[in-house]
Antibody, heavy 117, light 107 residues
Framework: ELQLVESGGGLVQPGESLRLSCAGS????????MSWVRQTPGKGLEWVANTNQDESQKYYVDSVKGRFTISRDNARNSLYLQMNSLKAEDTAVYYC??????????WGQGTLVTVSS | DIQMTQSPSSLSASVGDRVTITCRASQTINRNLNWYHQRPGKAPKLLIFAASILQSGVPSRFSGSGSGTDFTLTISCLQPEDFATYYC?????????FGQGTKVEIK
């Protein structure tokens, strides 16, 4: 069974950093585009970043450019999101999602990131 | 960025009802439109991709239609497990964007 499991969320202060991880199982992560998507009560669902199979292409939503970095370790079947200079507006549940047929066809259970002083 | 607008924002319905949710894109997106639902405390789940193709394992009471800017999700006979929030999402242009959601509640 295909599974995605996120970890690494928590409570941090503004300006601090956090690294999220997403472990895949039941499929070969290296064969797929992967994304991070976040969800807040106020803004709903928002795509954050994605990367292609060999990391030669990476894209980010404007609000996180220069602060967040998406990466992957295909040998570990894992996806990462390095988040620096965190702001209160980055507070959200962060999901990793596998791409399929120009959609997000599988999602992890999410990890909560809270940025607050 | 392409704006996705869903209507209604919420609706109340009974088990067995036929339910229709609409989604409008701010510019043409051909058929690059996906539908998800999300139960409380759970991750979104893909229901329909490419406007009308049912994701594997999704019951046939779900159907999608539309192209260009206007799209519809229909649930033909609402079941208890269908009470959730539904989202449309376009994959025509980066950044991929979502509608604000439609909450389907029990009447």
């Amino acid at each position: 069974e295909l599974q995605l499991v996120e970890s690494g969320g928590g409570l941090v202060q503004p300006g601090e950093s956090l690294r999220l991880s997403c472990a895949g199982s039941g499929f070969t992560l290296s064969r797929h585009w992967m994304s991070w998507v976040r969800q807040t009560p106020g803004k709903g669902l928002e795509w954050v970043a994605n990367t292609n199979q060999d990391e030669s292409q990476k894209y980010y939503v404007d609000s996180v450019k220069g602060r967040f970095t998406i990466s992957r370790d295909n040998a570990r079947n894992s996806l990462y999101l390095q988040m620096n200079s965190l702001k209160a507006e980055d507070t959200a549940v962060y999901y990793c999602a596998k791409h399929g047929s120009y959609s997000f066809d599988h999602w992890g259970q999410g990890t909560l990131v809270t940025v607050s002083s | 960025d392409i704006q996705m607008t869903q209507s209604p924002s919420s609706l109340s319905a009974s088990v067995g009802d036929r339910v229709t949710i609409t989604c409008r894109a701010s510019q043409t997106i051909n058929r690059n439109l996906n539908w998800y639902h999300q139960r409380p405390g759970k991750a979104p789940k893909l229901l329909i991709f490419a406007a009308s193709i049912l994701q594997s394992g999704v019951p046939s009471r779900f159907s999608g239609s539309g192209s260009g800017t206007d799209f519809t999700l229909t649930i033909s006979c609402l079941q208890p497990e269908d009470f959730a929030t539904y989202y449309c999402q376009q994959s025509y242009n980066n950044p991929w964007t979502f509608g604000q959601g439609t909450k389907v509640e029990i009447k």
